[in-house]
């Protein structure tokens, strides 16, 4: 055990930990941050990264799965019809990359998978937030806690899901979150959320078998991450009502861009010649820096083409939780809150 203590362990731990934090701060998936974290800290090949990533992901999405179906939140027959879409395919994606990989290239092939799939993320949470204010415009459809299941396409979304996972350890909630989003419309938050993280843990654990019987299990990865993520969750849920959720998750989408991006260069994707590693992380700075002016006015403008003010409520925290009420409420002659006002 004390082999384990070395300084890799202690950034591995802090890596988790802090990237539990934003995982508990606004429930996104940790995959899409942790991955990159630690193949940017250097800490072992990506394939490791990705099983010891899929195995503790199996771990805490199993609690927040428990916490969900004690409460009923999830859609059991939603979930039904994505691991039957999501499981197969997840065992399947590891050994479809070794299969078609040569395998000294194989550490380079998965970060571009990797690369692509986290500004998929980026563009998938993006427009997941843009349905919700548009939702939240049009009075959005009636709330359906129990709509009719659409088995093909739901099937299908869970075979994408699962692929993209087993692979990358990316997009159990981002890809699957938005696509349950515009299938099933009438769904509430949570609703959605329970029934995402439900089906996520036999998929994720199938990844993680996946990847564990082809690359083997790095007890020294997994251990600090585990160690450092589920305290680093747990945390994060019990501050999230006091911190300002909007720009996180404004930062998040930079993140996953910025990430996205710099793996793809990492991974050889170099259109300027090899050995420009100053000029790559420039053009990486200048991603981030074009992001940081860029999404607020782009989010802006859509608030203004949708009749809002391009700053102001509902912000982007009130679009992914419970079903936003745009109307003004009316407070009694005690100064209180009476309810929302219907004139």
Known sequence: MLDLLTDG?????????????????????????????LIFLGVGNTATIVTADLT?????????????????????????????????????????????????????????????????????????LYIN?????????????????????????GALGGLLVGITSVGSGSVIMIALLM??????????????????????????????????????????LLIGSVPGTLLGSRIAPRVPQSIIRRGIVIVLTMSGVALLFKAGWQPFGPDRDTLYALIVAGVGLAMLVLVPLVWGLLRKD?????????????????RYDPRPVRRDRAGGPSGPSHG
């Open 183 to 224: 299938l099933y419309p009438g769904l509430s938050a949570v609703k959605l959320v329970g029934t995402d993280l439900v089906q996520a843990v036999p998929l994720v654990l199938a990844a993680a078998i996946s990847n564990i019987a082809l690359h083997g299990l790095d007890w020294g990865l997994l251990i600090p």
């Open 56 to 128: 503790a992901a199996a771990v805490y999405k199993t609690g927040g799965a428990i916490a969900h179906w004690r409460s009923g939140s999830p859609n059991l027959q939603l979930a039904k019809w994505l691991i039957i879409g999501s499981v197969p395919m997840a065992f399947l994606g590891p050994y479809l990359v070794k299969v078609f990989t040569d395998p000294e290239s194989i550490d380079d092939v998965l970060k571009v998978a990797i690369g692509i799939a986290l500004l998929f993320a980026a563009a998938t949470y993006a427009l997941r």
């Open 133 to 157: 204010l548009r939702r939240v415009r049009s009075g959005g459809p009636e709330p359906d806690a129990d709509p009719a299941v659409r088995p093909v396409p739901t099937l299908l979304v």
């Open 9 to 37: 362990f202690l950034s591995i731990l802090v890596a988790g930990f802090l990237v539990g934090i934003v995982v508990g701060l606004t429930g996104m998936g940790g995959g899409a941050l942790m991955t990159p974290a």
């Open 306 to 322: 949708q009749g809002l003010p391009m700053f102001g409520a509902p912000y982007v925290h009130e679009l992914e939780g419970p």
